[in-house]
């Protein structure tokens, strides 16, 4: 029976993976980047100030919000960088060919675009839980507040129960990675799994954010700069590299090594499926945790639309496809794929210790994950329960339901696979529904924003500050100034 189910699974995602997708998730980024004008692929400079430039300033806590900009911002990327960052761009490779690459930049380029709007619709349809003192969205609260569709939105929520299972193979990831680079039994590393998540979701979206925001930004330029590093040393190879990228994005690879054949469209294939997978853009995950932002207006923390897809495609994962093909990886053990194939590419680099770089990475990575996973099921959880009482009490079950299955990580990860494949069909059909569908609001606020807010602001005008709230009440959305 499960291996039909399987079967059956695996096919409606080879068709979804396909022109499918292509269609949905790169027409949906051309459309908004057209619709922007290019904002969050030109104005870097603007971006970068608004971005990484606030990393070392007090947090904005004056206006509507939760949390600083920044922290929700640090919890979306610790979601967005996972294992997909080291298992997924040598996947894209392997399967693709080099022109895959190719195409999980453009993924990545577009997607700026993508990520700023579901930014904007997460700040324009968020709801205030007083009984949790939390500002909240994500894709069911969008579709309910925005298109009205109850209960699509209600079954969005429902699909939250099965987060638990389908994060196990960040649990799995974490776990072999230690045991890896340690030496340490991977039952120890899940009851560091267990206890560390514990400690730190029973704080709430404040602890998350506050780890967050110093654990993501630290493992980053970790594994960027030891990265770049390795390129440095492989420099000869720079130019042949990015010549076969781009050549093979066009024309069939006829593969060598661990890197298969492919033919342009599974280039394309797998280079899309990868950058979705890897940056989150058009998944709906930024609709959640930016909601919470305290920001002077929603564009501004529109601006990690931009980041997120700069971090996480265009830096994370392309050091890890350069590894690969800088250092010959796939020449020189044309047995091995995936993430072992980026630990061989490391370890011709930097021998034994380049092992153990991806080893930390990866559990870096896959924690975080799980964290802000935690975070988006948890929200789900709220939507169904609504601003009531029952919402503390049902948290800490809900948290030992999360919590619990940890302990299943080194089982067969099949059923998993597939429970996490279908989720992310569900997921991406239906934001990108909602974008498109509330693609008014969205250039509204933003050319409210560029238009009006920021030349008033930059000609010290000091106009009022700009934030939304959805009032479930009244069905209606309230804009508030200050």
């Known amino acids: ?145 925005g298109l009205g569709w109850l209960r699509l939105a209600q079954l969005l929520a429902w699909v939250v129960v099965f987060t638990p299972w389908s994060m196990l193979v960040q649990t799995n990831a974490v776990a072999t990675s230690i045991a890896e680079a340690f030496n340490i039994p991977v039952n120890v590393g899940i009851w560091f799994i267990f206890i560390t998540l514990a400690v730190t979701i029973i704080g709430g979206v404040r602890r998350i954010a506050a780890v967050a925001d110093k654990v993501v930004p630290a493992m980053a330029i970790f594994y960027i700069g030891a990265g770049i590093i390795l390129v440095a040393m492989n420099l000869g190879e720079v130019p042949r590299m990015f010549s076969t990228i781009v050549s093979h994005a066009f024309t069939p690879y006829a593969g060598a090594g661990a890197v298969a054949g492919a033919s342009v469209a599974e280039a394309m294939r797998f280079g899309v499926a990868r950058g979705v997978y890897s940056n989150e853009a058009g998944m709906g995950t930024a609709m959640g945790v930016h909601s919470a932002a305290i920001v002077d207006h929603p564009v501004r923390q529109a601006s990690w639309g931009f980041s997120e897809c700069l971090i996480d495609t265009l830096l994370v994962c392309s050091i890890t496809v350069f590894a690969i093909m800088a250092t010959g990886a796939n020449f020189a053990n044309p047995e091995v794929t995936g993430a072992a194939l980026v630990t061989v590419a490391w370890q011709l680099a930097y021998g034994y210790i380049g092992g153990v770089i991806v080893a930390v990475a990866t559990a870096f990575f896959s924690w975080t994950t799980l964290l802000t996973a935690y975070y988006n099921a948890e929200k789900g959880v709220n939507f169904l329960l609504g601003d009531s009482k029952l919402n503390r009490t049902v948290m800490w079950i809900y948290m030992a339901y999360y919590l619990g299955p940890q302990f299943f990580a080194g089982a067969d990860t099949g059923l998993l696979w597939m429970i996490t494949d279908t989720i992310l069909i569900i997921s991406v059909t239906s934001s990108i529904a909602a974008l498109l569908l509330l693609r008014k609001p969205v250039v509204e606020m933003h050319y409210d924003f560029w238009d009006r807010y920021l030349p008033a602001l930059e000609a010290g005008e000091n106009p009022p500050r700009v934030s939304y709230r959805f009032d479930p009440a009244s069905g209606e959305e309230v804009r508030m100034e200050e």
């Not at 104005?43 to 920044?70: A, Q, R, V, W, Y």
């Open 1 to 145: 029976m499960l291996d039909v189910l399987q079967t059956v699974v695996t096919s409606i995602s080879g068709f979804f993976w396909g022109p499918p997708l292509f269609i949905a998730v790169l027409g949906t980024g051309i459309y908004y980047t057209i619709a922007f004008k290019g904002a969050y692929q030109l104005k870097i400079g603007h971006h970068l100030k608004n971005t990484f430039g606030t990393m070392f300033t007090p947090p904005d806590e004056e206006g509507e919000g939760t949390i600083s900009g920044f922290a929700a911002a640090a919890v979306s990327i610790s979601s967005v960088i996972g294992v997909g960052n080291i298992a997924g761009p040598a996947t894209a490779l392997t399967m693709g060919g080099p022109g895959a690459v190719f195409w999980m930049w453009i993924t990545a380029i577009v997607g700026m675009s993508t990520k700023a709007a579901e930014v904007l619709l997460g700040q324009r349809y968020r709801v205030y839980f007083e009984g949790i003192d939390e500002y909240l969205c994500g894709r069911n609260y969008v579709i309910r507040n």
